[in-house]
């Protein structure tokens, strides 16, 4: 008799995951993942707990708090942590800010997404991390899609292309000097339509925001901006309500939505079929700054 073992593609995608997780864990001294809240955090989230059940995770969580979040998010991460009993690191811009280590900007489209990198680097070396797991994706954009699932990055915490290293036969190499980390992608090869299958599938917990909700937002740049405290107006706007929701979620300042009505995770599959943009592409602000914006922060030692 012949048995038969068919796994999904998202049984897949996971199965991949959960291998990255634990190469890590078995290869490297002092991991931590990058936490924000949002949905890809959240699946990584939920793939390390699958990868270490039943111990917790063997490394903390760290969300590089800017100041600017959206209030739900917060207490969305504060109930995460509290549900999972995960050991959570904030590392906050404000304190680079008040050192003099960042200098903030001023104006109606000024932002603090950019100091991420200084405040993750100093928090990289006050925990002596040498792995940082992140959620970015390779379809996400196209700086992203030229990332390896293990990025090295330099003592200066420096992306640069000619350093990385090949990865064959899903053989990865964390070998790192003292100062250097690896950054870790284990959705490198998800897209967004695979994150929502697994969120639907795997009843994944997101914060409201991903749904449709009503909301005041501004018009401006091409994109609905949520009308926040942290967002001053310019000349001529006018903030009006509409029901949206949001495909990614960072800063207030510099984070778009979307119009839409999806409610639940199979709606918002449905809406992704008639989607002609990537989901930073058309909510991103901070991606608009230059042509090689992303390439260029990544540099400096951006997520």
Not at 107 to 125: E, H, K, M, Y
Not at 196 to 223: F, K, N, T
Request: some cysteine; overall charge neutral; glycine content about 6%.
């Amino acid at each position: 008799m012949i048995l038969k073992y068919d796994v999904s593609y998202s049984q897949r995608l996971e199965a991949e995951a959960v291998h990255i997780f634990r190469e890590v864990a078995a290869t490297l001294r002092r991991p931590a993942l990058l936490f924000s809240g949002g949905k890809d955090s959240m699946v990584m989230l939920h793939v390390a707990l699958k990868a270490f059940w039943p111990a917790p995770p063997p490394f903390p969580i760290l969300h590089i708090d800017t100041g600017h979040n959206f209030d739900e998010m917060l207490t969305f991460r504060d109930e995460i942590v509290a549900r999972y009993g995960v050991r959570l690191l904030v590392e906050r811009v404000q304190d680079d800010i008040d050192a003099g280590r960042v200098t903030e900007e001023s104006g109606p489209r000024a932002s603090r997404n950019r100091f991420q990198a200084v405040t993750l680097l100093r928090a990289i070396a006050e925990h002596r991390f040498d792995a940082l797991f992140g959620g970015a994706r390779r379809d996400e954009e196209k700086a992203r899609a030229k990332e390896r699932v293990f990025s090295f990055r330099d003592e200066s915490g420096q992306w640069l292309p000619r350093n990385q290293r090949p990865e064959v036969w899903d053989l990865y190499n964390g070998k790192c000097r003292t100062g250097e980390h690896i950054r870790v992608f284990p959705l490198s090869n998800w897209a967004e339509h695979d994150i929502w299958c697994y969120i639907r599938d795997e009843q994944v917990p997101l914060p409201d925001l991903y749904y449709a909700h009503r909301r005041q937002v501004v018009q401006r740049d091409g994109m609905l901006l949520p009308h926040t405290r942290f967002l001053p107006l310019l000349p001529g706007e006018d903030p009006f309500e509409a029901t949206v929701r949001f495909r990614t979620v960072g800063d207030a300042t510099c984070t778009g939505c979307v119009r839409s009505m999806a409610a639940t995770p199979q709606e918002v599959l449905s809406e992704l079929q008639t989607s002609r943009l990537s989901e930073r592409g058309a909510t991103r602000a901070d991606d608009r700054i230059s042509e090689t914006g992303m390439e260029d922060r990544k540099k400096e030692g951006y997520f």
